[in-house]
């Protein structure tokens, strides 16, 4: 599984459990709705800079949005 593709099932969970939308975190993270759902669906790779506003915006150090669960 690529990282894209790790981040993206990431990103989609613990935004769940964070009961926040695509636009909700778009707007805490100064990132466009479409953008967030992009990485979501691991059309794009994010860049470290957007890692890092995504995981402040969530709340959540950058790593678990990179890390392979078992």
């Given amino acids: ?10 990103l989609r969970r613990i935004r769940h459990v964070k009961q ?3 636009e909700e975190l778009a707007v805490q993270s100064g990132l466009s709705a479409r953008y967030i759902g992009s990485i979501e669906r691991a059309d794009v790779s994010a860049t470290v800079t957007v890692l890092g506003q ?17």
């Fill in 1 to 10: 599984m690529e990282l894209k593709e790790v981040m993206a099932i990431n």
């Fill in 20 to 22: 926040l939308t695509q």
């Fill in 54 to 70: 995504i995981a402040a915006a969530l709340g959540v150090e950058p790593a678990e949005l990179v890390t392979k669960s078992r």
